[in-house]
T-cell receptor
Framework: SQQGEEDPQALSIQEGENATMNCSYK?????LQWYRQNSGRGLVHLIL?????REKHSGRLRVTLDTSKKSSSLLITASRAADTASYFC???????????FGTGTRLLVSP | SQTIHQWPATLVQPVGSPLSLECTVE??????LYWYRQAAGRGLQLLFY??????ISSEVPQNLSASRPQDRQFILSSKKLLLSDSGFYLC????????????FGSGTRLTVV
């Protein structure tokens, strides 16, 4: 079953703009992760935020986590056409180590 | 460095035929291994995971099975494919540490006809 729900399902922006994607989940987590998938390819791990962290940065990526609301957001600043991909959040629950993925956000960045 | 290999990249199989997809990991030992399936335009569904040789846990009852004959080898199989088995199959691994991301293979696109 899929725990995470991402919003929006699709997002279309211009190069240079910021892109924000949101993820909601249902159960307690150990950490939350974001992945990127280019069309027809495997997933690439972007960033991990632990349950006791509220914000994390990596390059142009900024992730926030609100465990009281069971939600997370991924911000991509100064987007580029190469950022066009699907983005998934995934939760690692407090039980066995397995990731449960959300439904994904399809991001299109136009030049 | 660690690498993960998954093959074949694409596969077209008739209904009722058997299936064997293989995944191997290099550069690490005792990894946790995972098989996911992704339907077109959808998220990933966890099928099987393994914490060691011969140890397989199934997440979804279905027409598929998995085996781990060696520490760094994970195989997804079916005796008789169904149309509903079509999809994009992804293998992934993670080390024993909890707060690390998964590394995914490049995936196998399976079309059952």
């Amino acid at each position: 079953s899929q725990q995470g729900e991402e919003d929006p399902q699709a997002l279309s922006i211009q190069e240079g703009e910021n892109a924000t994607m949101n993820c909601s989940y249902k159960t307690s987590i150990n950490n939350l992760q974001w992945y990127r998938q280019n069309s027809g390819r495997g997933l690439v791990h972007l960033i991990l935020i632990r349950s006791n962290e509220r914000e994390k940065h990596s390059g142009r990526l900024r992730v926030t986590l609100d465990t009281s609301k069971k939600s997370s957001s991924l911000l991509i600043t100064a987007s580029r056409a190469a950022d066009t991909a699907s983005y998934f959040c995934a939760t690692d629950g407090t039980g066995f180590q397995k990731l449960v993925f959300g439904t994904g956000t399809r991001l299109l960045v136009s030049p | 460095s660690q690498t993960i290999h998954q093959w074949p990249a694409t596969l077209v199989q008739p209904v009722g035929s058997p299936l064997s997809l293989e995944c191997t990991v290099e550069g690490t030992s005792n990894p946790n291994l995972y098989w996911y399936r992704q339907a077109a335009g959808r998220g990933l569904q966890l099928l099987f995971y393994s914490v060691g040789i011969g140890q397989i846990s199934s997440e979804v009852p279905q027409n598929l099975s998995a085996s781990r004959p060696q520490d760094r080898q994970f195989i997804l199989s079916s005796k008789k494919l169904l149309l509903s088995d079509s999809g994009f199959y992804l293998c992934a691994w993670r080390g024993q540490g909890r707060n690390y991301g998964y590394t995914f293979g490049s995936g196998t696109r399976l079309t059952v006809v």
